[in-house]
Each structure stands twice: as C-alpha cells, then as structure tokens.
C-alpha cells in the first residue's frame, strides 16, 4: 500500500446521464478520501469525442455537485492528455515492453481464430520481430508477460488470479496513433498521484492488464478495490423498467440528496446494523474491507424510509423553496404570501411524505384561492343542521385569539362539548370547506395552515353559498 496520502477518484465517461452506479462509486471514493484524510479528484475520461459533448460533461458536473460530493482539486480531462499517454507508450517501446504491430485486420482475424482454438490469447508475429521494418500502418502493442500469473489484490474480491498466457498484448496506441483507454487511466492515475483505484467490477479484467503495465513502467500499482453492480429490486440488471437509473431522475422523483449518500452509502457498505447515519459517521466508519462483495439491489421502500427520514429533518425554508419548484413546473398559480403559508404548513404535512412532489401534494389544500370550489360530496354535508353548527363555529373561531395547534385542538373540542355532539357531527364538513377537498392534515393543523383570516373566509365563502 503507498504510503503517500490517500488520493482517490471518480473516472466518468460522460454518456448524457449520470448511473446510479457511478454515483456510488463517487460516494464510496469520497468517503474513503474523507476517512482517511486525503483527497477526492475527478476525471472526465472524455476521449470518445462524439459522446463527450459540454453538455453530458456538464451532467456530470450537476450530479456530483447535486449529491455534494465535491472534488478536492479542479476536474482533469483525458482527451487533453493524449501527448502525455503517447509519452508512456514511447517509453514502453524505448524499454521492449511494447512493439510495433503491423498484422493487417485480416490477419488478426485469422490469428483470433487459432488463439480460440488452440484455447489461448491472441500473439502477434511482431512481437519479437519488431524492428521499424517499414512504415505501414501499425498499433503499439504492450508486450504482455506469457508466463505466470497477475495477481489482484482486491480490498473487495480479495485475491484475484489471471493467468499471464490468458491476456493478449494489449494495443496502446491505435494505427491513428491515439491512446487506449487501458493506457491512458494508468497514466492518468499515476500522474494524478492516485493511490486507490475504487470503482465497478467490471473494470476487474483491466486491473490485471493495468497491474502488468504499471510494473512494466516501473510506477507503484495502485491499491484496487472493485465494487459489485446495483441490481434492480429483482436482482436483475438495473434498467429503466425499475423506475430509475440516472442520478437527474432520483432528483426529479424528489428525492434529496442527503438521502441519496446515506442510501447509497447502504447499498454494499454498512456498519453493523446502522440504517440511518450522517455523512461524518459514515466518513468515520469507512473501511474497504467492509464493502461487499456481492451485487446490492436497490430497494425503494428503505430508500422511501431514508427521504421520509430526511424530509422530517430538513429546515423549512429549503423544503418550501423545493415544493415551490415543483409547483412551478406544474404550472399551479403561487401568488405573493405563499411562501408564508408554506413555511406554516410544511413542518404540518411533512411527516407523511416520501418525496417532495408528495409533500407539494400536501400543500395544495393551502395554496388554493378563494373561493374554493367545493366538490358535490362536500356541498352535500352541508345540510341545514350542519350550517348552522359551522356558522356558531364561525363565531367561537372569530373569537378565538390563540392559533396554534394545541389552542385550536383545545378551542374544537370545546365548540363540541358546547354543541353537546362529537367531532363528527361537523369535523369532516370543515374539514371539506378548509381544503375543497384536497388532502389536508388534522382540523386545528388545517387552521394553522390557513391562518385566521384564511379559515374563516373559507367559512364565511362556504356558508354564504346557495344551499
Ligand atoms: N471511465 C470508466 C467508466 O466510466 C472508469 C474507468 C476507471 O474508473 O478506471 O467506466
């Protein structure tokens, strides 16, 4: 293990969206960094040129910088490196640990061929004929080791054995002479001083190849740990049919992102039987060793569980500028003030909601403009009897100089007695004149929300229509 500080990464290719898997492998690289005190970098590995456009770089940007995980350093960008990744390659060819190649694609074909039967990895007959013969296109080839074995040894898998005659000599530079992606993260990863390469399994193959340059060049190999995929809840691949993928859609589905990193951070990591944890605990309890090897499945009850958890902490004013974004996007009128009703009705509503288009659902009943527009279910409570009960109510609340939850719980319950009925008898036709039938919490949250002078023109509108 390098006894430098710690340095890790996270490698994206941008591809338009940000996976859920990357996001994890972001959060695992940052909480390393962070437990061990060291740093936390970024490469944007955008060297397939057509994918790679300013604006799937710049999800990537917004994703990371949604879930917090913030790189310590500026980004690096691999296309930009070529000359660099070419130097390594030189210096492979200089020491006979790469070749010039000039096996035509039909030749290798053939040569793939012969390799499967004879159950072996594929050789070039320039591997050791290499002398600058003449200047046909040609690849650079890494002179890959045909005897022993490459040994991983994964923080994850554990110890990971590939045998060396398995592994063909990998091209370094392409005929146009561009860099390989085998090639250019050794190089980058050493320059950039990484000293832990944690990232997906299904880079586990490269690490073998990688090990085997890093020693060719004489570079220190860096510590591996490769973390298992994220199932869907049925143990199959993650695809859109589970409901999400991309780090943007979790955004929009409403859910925040202190519980995505205490989520995702349970998705092949945890400590004992430690559900819900802050950023700084997990921090503090981070080790490798403690990430599982097998594929974790993502479970949208815990993750549900986790958002309601973290909905209940949040401070109200950023849960209120949330569900204001959402009522934008639905087109639903906000008018001046309501902020203020939001602030009074969120920390009321809060309890029941999974996600914020849920807790902005909670909040419609306050937001609504006067008069509201009663539904025939709720014109039909209002019978002469119940009329009369709601307008002495009307009184008794237009009296009523406390406005809290408790004065008001305290106010109803005397109106009833005084009525000398139950709650029943007149609670749910409120209920119906203060939230037009919308979802609305308890009666004295519901005044709350509304606040006095709200709640008793919702009354008055009420009781002055047409019976
Ligand atoms: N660019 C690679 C990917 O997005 C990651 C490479 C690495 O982490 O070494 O899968």
Redesign the pocket.
Known sequence: MPDRPVVTRI???PTGAMHIG?ARTALFNWLYAKHTGGKFLLRI?DTDRERSTEAAVQVIFDGLAWLGLTPDDEPVFQFARAERHVLAAQELLAKGNAYRCYMSVEETTAEREIARAEGRAIRSPWRDADANVNDRPHVIRFKSPQEGETVICDKVKGDVTFQNKDLDDLILLRTDGTPTYNLA?IVDDHEMGITH?I??D??LN?AARQTQIYEALGWEVPVWAHLPMINGPDGKKLSKRHGAQAVSEFDEMGYLPEAMRNYLARLGWGHGNDEIFTDEQAASWFELEDVVGAPARLDWDKLNHLNNHYIRQAEIGRLADLVTKIHVSRDFPLHDGDQDILLRTIPLVRDGAKTMPELADATVFALKRRPLELTDKIKGMLNEETRARLGRLRQALGAQLAWEVSDLEAALRGFAESEGVGMGKFGPALRGVLSGGSPAPDLAGALVSLGKPESLGRLDDALSQAA
């Open positions: 490698a994206p290719s990357t590995e993260v390469v990232r997906g299904d880079h490269n």
